[in-house]
């Protein structure tokens, strides 16, 4: 296990040097060049991960070494990196080259193997749980970029036809049924989406499991949606973090309750579009509280 995890560190070590070369070659175009300067921070934390993993590795037991990857696999998962790395020495990579080098090189097995040893020490190593809805975050983050270009459209394929690392769970509470399997439809492909018809039903969910992102109506029966959040946050004080409110008409007390309290929210009809980058938005702040807990294993649930 450590000869597999020390590999993977030079992997990601070349590859974030590799991204941030790129990143540099390809300032002018700054879509390109931000998200490449995104991909090189991305694996920047991975290899930190992997440096932390290997000195409380050495604290174990040792760890049953049940497979191996063999050096022609190494090879071959390094191949578009260093193919990339010539290509920016001769100072010819093109956008269409390096758009293929991430595409081939962040969903081969590379990926496959570090979830490989994120699984093995995450039953033995504090934090180390939480690794995995940031790695989600990490393709999912490509998949929107490749979204935002015209002529990906073959790469986005790939993507969406590859086995999630991580898959997040989101509820949707609203006790009009066609907006909640609506929801559900649409926001599938970003975790697995569970439904509750008012607040205390959503309540009893949110309590018995993490929900990444919580969207609830603000009239329901039962339990409103404002009550449903308190009820909530005084169990688990950083969930309201995960919230977004849809309201038919917000009144101005619940307008200064969603400020006061840093909220989003959004008035009913809302646009399925402006819903998805919102959720976008929650996973990715919850992303970066999964890489915090790791720092900080004892940290609460939030």
Known sequence: MKRTIEWLLETESFASETYRMAAEFF??????????????????????MLAKSVGDADKLPPIERALEVDDGMKQEIERPLKTA??????????????IETVITA???????IFVYVMDSLR??????????????????????????????????????????????????VDDFEPITELLEAVL????????????????EKALGRYY?????DVDMP????????????EQYPQAGHRFLFL?????????????????????????????KKAVFQLLNHGAALCAAQIQSPGAARS
């Open 85 to 98: 790395r010539e290509l920016l020495t001769n100072k010819s990579l093109t956008k269409e080259a390096i």
């Open 123 to 172: 039953h033995n190593l504090p934090g180390f749980q939480s690794i995995g809805p940031r790695i989600q975050h990490h393709i999912r983050w490509i998949e929107n970029f490749m979204e935002s270009q015209p002529d990906a459209s073959r790469q986005l394929q790939r993507i969406r036809t590859l086995p999630t690392v991580w898959k997040e769970h989101i509820l949707v």
């Open 212 to 216: 990444a992102v919580i969207i609830s």
């Open 222 to 233: 039962v339990m409103n949606g404002l009550d449903f959040y308190r009820a909530l946050v």
């Open 188 to 203: 599938t492909p970003y975790g697995l989406v569970e439904t509750a018809a008012d607040g205390a039903a959503g309540l």
């Open 106 to 112: 962040e969903f081969s097995e590379w990926n496959d």
């Open 27 to 48: 300032k002018e175009d700054s879509s390109l060049g931000d998200f490449l300067t995104q991909l090189a921070e991305d694996e920047s934390w991975h290899h930190r």
């Open 247 to 275: 309201s038919g008409n917000p009144g101005h007390s619940e307008q200064i309750f969603f400020r006061e309290n840093n909220l989003l929210f959004m008035e009913k009809p809302a646009a399925l579009g402006s819903i």
